[in-house]
């Protein structure tokens, strides 16, 4: 495995997914492909997230926003992007349009299932899906707009929850579609797309705001992120080669998160809060714990550690979390992956790969307990 390069630019600081940015380049290198290629577009608008701010309050409307993401990651299996404040679109390269016109279906059927669990009346969201053509040339400002046209439709006709439109039966950025038309019709789409795009742009500005605020901080656990976590590490390379000592890090993994998540995604961030909370209790001075991606992963750092030492400590983990948790709504635990410097790598990439090695072997072998890499 290569970690990403931290280019946190391009990614949603809420859910962990692409963001507008990311979107954008997206389909620029779609448009721009010698050899085109057909793929479709899921575009997803949250209803209701207004209501859910105003009577639960905005940390459980931001719940609601990653929960949604996670539907769309787990039934598409592909790159999801948050494109606004309850906004996603999720691009299809690699199936058939019936099997994404099956998607639509399936992603609406569980989001109004499971939006049940939240407070969110159903329809929990309206979806549209725009399929291209290999045959088709369109850049990304097409692209949006006729995503744009396509939602607009769902809006606007009463009763309508889903959409699904080819591409070339939609209006261009330049307000022409297949058959060159300029109407009324067409006007107001255009205008309600031009106000969509000041609204987005708003969007992104608050957004990055927001992210350079709390750009090393996660938002559910309350700890450093993976980019402090990231610096950090590279920060113990530069000190350890300088001093010549080790360090180890652990990566950890809670062994029944779904439990929590099969309740609901808020009752899965409270439970990761007081994982994040037990954890954070038991470091020694000088350790560092982040979380770890955006699920329920955290990453110890101990300095001046070996292996022997950084296996006791994970061990001194384990114990810890399965006897705080017989308090919380079911008792968890957790698994742990251990690699050192210098023995178990020399770079970064190395090293999360042996401690990722090793936690599945903690799985493997059972849950509960620390393993060291080979």
Known sequence: MTLPSPEFHRLDPLTGSNNFLAFVETLDQLSSLDRKQQFSILYIDMNHLQTLNATRGHSYGDSAIRWMEIVLREESN?????????????VLTSGT???YEE????????????GEQLGIPSPAARITLVHYDAEDNVSPNDVLFQLGEAMLCVKTERGRTTNISLARDLIKADG???EQ????????????????SIRRVRFI??????AQKTSFIDSISGLPNMRAALFKIEQAFKHSNSLNEPFSILLMDSDNLRTYNSISYAVGDEMIQKLSATLSGKLRPGDFVARWRTGDEFIVLLPNTKST???IVGERFCAEVREASRSWRFPTSISVGIATYPSHGNDINTLVDKAEAALKRAKDQGKDRAVLAD
């Open 309 to 311: 030492g950084a296996l």
């Open 97 to 99: 349009r019936p099997e």
């Open 205 to 210: 500005s608050r957004m990055l705001e927001d």
């Open 176 to 178: 022409t579609g297949e």
């Open 103 to 114: 998607l639509v279906d399936r992603i609406f059927t569980r989001l109004n299932r499971e």
């Open 78 to 90: 592909a790159p999801t992007y948050r494109i606004g404040g309850d906004e996603f679109t999720v």
């Open 181 to 196: 038309r300029i109407d009324g019709s067409t006007q107001d789409t255009l205008r309600w797309i031009a106000n969509d």
